[in-house]
C-alpha cells in the first residue's frame, strides 16, 4: 500500500532563517510527488510536484524540494522564512499502479515568527 | 475563470437528514476527487471519478455516494449522515495522469448534530 509520512506535525522558524518539512514516501514504485500549501481557511494550492524528470524542482514563492529514491524522500525547502509562509502544507503521493488514488501525509503547520 | 466550485460552503444538518454537496468544475478535466479533512489527519480520499460514469472507492468510502453523470460534476451524498462525518470536504479535478496538479475547490464545512 502507498503511504506518505511527513516527519514533523510543528515547525516553528524565524522570519529570515531556512526552512525545511520532511516527507517520506513508502512504495517500490516510482511515484508522482506533491507539495501543496493551505492557509488558514483557505483552499490548497499547488508548490511544487516531481514527475521522474529532474530531481530537483523548483516551485513558486522560492520553495524548492529534492526526490532521493535511495531515501524514498521528498524534504521542501525553502532558504529564507518570510511571515506569509505560515500555513500548513501537506506532501501527496500517487503512483502509476493506482492512477485515482491520492495519499495526503498529515500535514505540517509552519509557523515564522517575527 | 478557470475554477472547481463547491455548494453549499457551509452546512449544519441533522443526523440522518440526507444531503447532496455540489462540485463543479469548467477545466474539461475527465479525474475528480472528493476529500475530507480533520485535525492532524491531512486530506484523506473518499471517492474518485477517472471519467463520466466511472467511480472508485478511495480510503475513506463508508457512508458516502457519488455519482458523474456529466464532466464537469461530481456530486457528494450522503444518504444518512452521522455525526463522525462531521467535517470539511473538498473537491479536486484534473486532467487524468498521476504526474497532473489536482485543482481543488474552497471546501465545505460540514457539520452534523
Known amino acids: 500500500a502507498q503511504s506518505v509520512t511527513q516527519l514533523d506535525s510543528h515547525v516553528s522558524v524565524s522570519e529570515g532563517t531556512p526552512v525545511l518539512l520532511r516527507c517520506n514516501y513508502s512504495s517500490s514504485y516510482s511515484p508522482s510527488l506533491f507539495w501543496y500549501v493551505q492557509h488558514p481557511n483557505k483552499g490548497l494550492q499547488l508548490l511544487l510536484k516531481?514527475?521522474?524528470?529532474?530531481?530537483l524542482v523548483k516551485g513558486i514563492n522560492g520553495f524548492e524540494a529534492e526526490f532521493k529514491k535511495s531515501e524514498t524522500s521528498f524534504h521542501l525547502t525553502k532558504p529564507s522564512a518570510h511571515m506569509s509562509d505560515a500555513a500548513e502544507y501537506f506532501c501527496v503521493v500517487r503512483f502509476n499502479t493506482n492512477a485515482g488514488k491520492s495519499t495526503f501525509g498529515d500535514g505540517t503547520t509552519l509557523t515564522v515568527k517575527p | 475563470e478557470a475554477q472547481v466550485t463547491q455548494n453549499p460552503r457551509y452546512l449544519i444538518t441533522v443526523t440522518g437528514k440526507k444531503l447532496t454537496v455540489t462540485c463543479s468544475q469548467n477545466m474539461n478535466h475527465e479525474y475528480m476527487s472528493w476529500y475530507r479533512q480533520d485535525p492532524g489527519l491531512g486530506l484523506r480520499q473518499i471517492y474518485y471519478s477517472m471519467n463520466v460514469e466511472v467511480t472508485d472507492k478511495g480510503d475513506v468510502p463508508e457512508g458516502y455516494k457519488v455519482s458523474r453523470k456529466e464532466k464537469r460534476n461530481f456530486p457528494l451524498i450522503l444518504e444518512s449522515p452521522s455525526p463522525n462525518q462531521t467535517s470539511l470536504y473538498f473537491c479536486?479535478?484534473?486532467?487524468?495522469?498521476?504526474?497532473?496538479?489536482?485543482?481543488f475547490g474552497p471546501g465545505t464545512r460540514l457539520l452534523v448534530l
Open positions: 479536486a479535478s484534473s486532467l487524468i495522469g498521476t504526474q497532473e496538479t489536482q485543482y
Open positions: 516531481y514527475t521522474s524528470a529532474a530531481t
